[in-house]
């Protein structure tokens, strides 16, 4: 499966994004989708997980009551919504898809990655 990232960009504190990735080549239902994030020296991180129906979702502790993850199957596509930004948030933004259901949070669990989209906050 082919993994498109897009919604990146400039925000101030406090504002919000939607981060968008599209799915092609397989059939996107099948796939556990994740986003995760990667600052410049650190390592990546998880930030949200989506099963396949959309049924469970978990969220990495600087996610959590600011981000939500969604999908919408029938257009192969993917969502994190990101309100409440703070400069802390500025990382690379990565979309993974995982082939067999299970709840993952490590970016080897997964087998697809789109290109990263940037999103910078400022203070």
């Known amino acids: 499966v082919q993994l498109q990232a897009s919604g990146g960009g400039l925000v101030q504190a406090g504002g919000s994004l939607r981060l968008s990735c599209a799915a092609s080549g397989r059939t996107f239902s099948n796939y556990v989708m994740g986003w995760f994030r990667q600052a410049p020296g650190k390592e990546r991180e998880f930030v949200a997980f989506?099963?396949?129906?959309?049924?469970?979702?978990y969220y990495g502790d600087s996610a959590k009551g600011r981000f939500t993850i969604s999908r919408d199957n029938a257009k192969n596509t993917v969502y994190l919504q990101m309100n409440s930004l703070k400069p802390d948030d500025t990382a690379d933004y990565y979309c993974?898809?995982?082939?067999?259901?299970?709840?993952?949070?490590?970016?080897?669990?997964?087998?697809?990655w789109g290109q990263g989209t940037l999103v910078t906050v400022s203070s």
């Open positions: 993974a898809a995982k082939r067999f259901y299970s709840v993952a949070r490590l970016p080897s669990e997964y087998d697809y």
């Open positions: 989506i099963s396949t129906s959309g049924g469970s979702i």
